[in-house]
Structure formats: structure tokens, C-alpha cells
């Protein structure tokens, strides 16, 4: 157990549909990151926040979009959904650390199927 | 920005050989780099890291070796066993920025 939690686990929509994906980060951890991975492919970088604020974007779809709440948790809704939405969608977090780089800690993750 | 590349994409082994799985990046100034291990479903793991200041790191029965030079790390893994298929990431990434810049991943299969 990494400390990450994600909800739901699994969600099936239909296409059309919005959806939103809760994440809490370890205790302590100031940092969420989302990453999309679809069937076979590799770890994709949606967005970073840090502390409440954003601190990066990746490669975010205008349809999606992403908050951090003041608890730090984190929210990414996902918007007008496409069949090629369908993926295992990652929240991870890393603690405020030195400057040579920190770990980040995966949730286990939200399969998203878009029907 | 970074550039991570990971090889091979797939690796396959028979039980008790040794797996290498190389990754270079672009960016000098990266100094972290940890490994993941994903099995099929799951999150990925962190499994080993090594900072710049040293050369080579182990645990048990995998290390992993660093060439700031030549830009490149890799992932040993020695006496391979079954329950070691997974899917591995490679990361990098550098002070001032945390978001870590990952490889493609490589799978790796051991038969027994």
C-alpha cells in the first residue's frame, strides 16, 4: 500500500459521459500528479499540482481538467468522453523534499471504460 | 525538456539468467533516477533509485549502475525468477522540477 488512495476503481460510462476521479495523496505530501496509461502503452503525464496550485501540464486533453483542494486532495474530470478515454488512469503523489529530485508514490489507479 | 529512452521494449529470459534493461537521457542536469516495476493491473513500484553522486546501487538481487558521462543507467537483475514479469519504467529527473520523465518500459518475461 503506497498511502495514495484512488475512487473509484473501476467505472464504466458511455461515451458523451462526465466523470471525475478522486485521489488522496500520502499524508504529508504536497505534490499530485495524474498520468494516463492506455492498453500497452506507457506512463502518460496529464498534470502536476502542487499545494493547491497547478505546477505543470503534460499532455491534458481540453477536455479534461484537474483541481487540488485545500485538504490536497485532487480531482481530474474528464469531460465528453471518447471511447479512446478508456485507460488506467494514475494519481500519484511525492513529498516536499531537497532539490536532487523526489519519489513518486502511484495510487492504484482508476480503470476508466468508456462504453 | 527530458528525453528518456528506455531498451529493449521486451525482454525475455529463462529462469535463473540475468536481465539488463538500459536507459539514456538528454538533460545533464538530472540527477535522480528511480526504477518502477508494474505488474499486469497494478501501480507501478518503486523498486530501486540511485542519485547522481553515486556510481551503482543494490538490493539484494538487483542494482543499478549510472554513467553521468555518457548519460545512460541500467537495471540489473540477477537470478531472474518468474514472479520478476513485469512491465519496468525508467525515470529521470532533475533538481527544481518533480516531475520525473519516464521511459517507454520494457517487459520483461522469464520463463520457467
Known amino acids: 500500500d503506497s498511502g495514495v488512495t484512488q475512487t473509484p476503481k473501476h467505472l464504466i460510462t458511455a461515451t458523451g459521459q462526465r466523470v471525475t476521479l478522486r485521489c488522496s495523496p500520502r499524508s504529508g505530501d504536497l505534490s499530485v500528479y495524474w498520468y494516463q496509461q492506455s492498453l500497452d502503452q506507457g506512463l502518460q503525464f496529464l498534470i502536476q499540482?502542487?499545494?493547491?496550485?497547478?505546477?505543470a501540464k503534460g499532455n491534458i486533453l481540453e477536455r479534461f481538467s484537474a483541481q487540488q483542494f485545500p485538504d490536497l486532495h485532487s480531482e481530474l474530470n474528464l469531460s465528453s468522453l471518447e471511447l479512446g478515454d478508456s485507460a488506467l488512469y494514475f494519481c500519484?503523489?511525492?513529498?516536499?523534499?531537497?532539490?536532487?529530485?523526489?519519489?513518486?508514490?502511484f495510487g492504484e489507479g482508476s480503470w476508466l471504460t468508456v462504453v | 525538456g527530458e528525453n528518456v529512452e528506455q531498451h529493449p521494449s521486451t525482454l525475455s529470459v529463462q529462469e535463473g539468467d540475468s536481465a539488463v534493461i538500459k536507459c539514456t537521457y538528454s538533460?545533464?542536469?538530472?540527477?535522480?533516477f528511480p526504477w518502477y516495476k508494474q505488474e499486469l493491473g497494478k501501480r507501478p513500484q518503486l523498486i530501486i533509485d540511485?542519485?547522481?553522486?553515486?556510481g551503482e546501487k543494490k538490493d539484494q538481487r538487483i542494482a543499478v549502475t549510472l554513467n553521468k558521462t555518457a548519460k545512460h543507467f541500467s537495471l540489473h537483475i540477477t537470478e531472474t525468477q518468474p514472479e520478476d514479469s513485469a512491465v519496468y519504467f525508467c525515470a529521470a529527473s532533475k533538481g527544481g522540477s518533480y516531475i520525473p520523465t519516464f521511459g517507454r518500459g520494457t517487459s520483461l518475461i522469464v520463463h520457467p
Open positions: 500519484a503523489s511525492s513529498p516536499p523534499g531537497p532539490l536532487s529530485g523526489n519519489t513518486i508514490y
Open positions: 499540482y502542487y499545494n493547491g496550485e497547478e505546477r
Open positions: 540511485i542519485r547522481s553522486n553515486v
Open positions: 538533460d545533464s542536469a538530472s540527477n535522480y
